[in-house]
């Protein structure tokens, strides 16, 4: 059982450049969420959906793009990326609707230079 | 709008001591619910504990330990008897119940403990 699975786990990228990051879970769970953590800010939400074809916006959503095609998967595409978006990266997911306990993903460390 | 805070940036004991971290929370609604991660220094985050808001009662967990205390707005964590492995940065968290509130987690800013050997 892999969890939540996060991809690169490293990443390099130029001002201006785009990229997706990925998340899967193979647990079934409806709820997922990306969030950012940034040093002496704890972890700030960006997106979150409630389920496949169902997304909305969290507390730092600017700059961030997400969909939901399947339940399993749920991609942050940055489209022209900034240093300011240096950050790590946290995918979690949940099965229930009080996410009551969240299941998150290794991270994914983000630079951009 | 809710908030999370935890005051101690950063903790350093040595081995053996007790350590408290602090968290102090806001909110308006009625029901909500608490947690506390541990992400040690390989990054991950680790789920330690979650309470609802309609259960006061104190828990432990082997060296862990919680305290909540809605009347003053606290879920504090004690570490019995620290150890080196215990190194990590802790945080808290709030999730309102239902409503618009799903996938939704307010983190603190979380505290670094440092446990010297």
């Known amino acids: 059982n892999a969890g939540v699975t996060q991809t690169p786990k490293f990443q390099v990228l130029k001002t201006g450049q785009s990229m997706t990051l990925q998340c899967a879970q193979d647990?079934?769970?409806?709820?997922m969420s990306w969030y950012r953590q940034d040093p002496g800010m704890g972890l700030r939400l960006i997106h979150y959906?409630?389920?496949?074809?169902?997304?909305d916006q969290g507390e730092v959503p600017n700059g961030y793009n997400v969909s939901r095609s399947t339940t399993e998967d749920f991609p942050l595409r940055l489209l022209s990326a900034a240093p300011s978006q240096t950050s790590v990266y946290f995918c979690?997911?949940?099965?229930?609707?009080?996410?009551?306990?969240?299941?998150f993903g290794q991270g994914t460390r983000l630079t951009v230079v | 709008a809710q908030k999370v805070t935890q005051a101690q940036t950063e903790i350093s004991v040595v081995e053996k001591e007790d350590v408290t971290l602090d968290c102090v929370y806001e909110?308006?609604?009625?029901?909500?619910?608490l947690f506390w991660y541990k992400q040690p220094p390989s990054g991950e985050l680790v789920f330690l504990i979650r309470?609802?808001?309609?259960?006061?009662q104190n828990e432990i967990s082997g060296r862990y330990s919680w305290n909540f205390q809605k009347s003053t707005s606290s879920f504090n964590f004690t570490i019995t008897a620290s150890q080196v492995v215990d190194s990590a940065v802790y945080f808290c968290?709030?999730?309102?119940?239902?409503?618009?509130?799903?996938?939704?987690?307010?983190f603190g800013q979380g505290t670094i403990l440092t446990v010297h050997p």
């Open positions: 968290a709030l999730k309102l119940a239902g409503g618009t509130s799903y996938g939704k987690l307010t």
């Open positions: 647990m079934n769970h409806e709820y």
């Open positions: 309470r609802n808001s309609f259960d006061e």
């Open positions: 979690a997911s949940s099965q229930n609707p009080g996410f009551t306990e969240a299941f």
């Open positions: 909110t308006r609604d009625t029901t909500y619910y």
């Open positions: 959906s409630v389920g496949a074809g169902i997304t």
